[in-house]
């Protein structure tokens, strides 16, 4: 089996958050909302069936910890979950931070507008935060 290597596309436009059991947490670079992903770190695999029934239930888990963690952290009023895959095959699940109000609200955030990067202290506090949020669960 091939190391583990994240996709160059998702690496750009997110920093690590930390390293769950099997996937690694990343917070999407873009101050419109709180927006998590989950990569599941397993080489070649692009779709939820093709993990192992083992790896199947711990992305389960994984998932559900990361949006009621995220849900509580910002006081969202809905998290949407999403794995979509059309613009990166490598298997990753958006897990994002919904408020009644917010840009494009009820609409998706795909596709909306363009994304607002964190200044780099933003982004390091936002990142630090969830990790204890989250990580500490």
């Known amino acids: 089996m091939r190391q583990f290597k994240l996709d160059p596309r998702l690496a750009a436009d997110t920093v690590t958050v930390g390293t769950l059991g099997l996937c690694r947490l ?80 009820p609409g998706p955030v795909w596709g909306f507008g363009r994304g607002e990067p964190y200044d780099d202290p933003s982004l390091e506090k936002m990142r630090n935060d969830l990790a204890q949020a989250i990580l500490s669960v």
């Open 26 to 105: 990343l917070l999407m670079n873009d101050r419109r909302w709180p927006w998590l992903i989950l990569v599941p770190q397993r080489s070649d695999v692009t779709e939820v069936h093709d993990l192992t029934p083992l790896d199947q239930t711990m992305l389960t888990f994984e998932t559900c910890l990361v949006a009621k963690s995220l849900k509580s952290f910002c006081g969202a009023d809905k998290i949407n979950v999403g794995a979509l895959g059309n613009m990166v095959a490598m298997l990753h699940i958006h897990v994002i931070a919904r408020r009644t109000g917010d840009p494009n609200w």
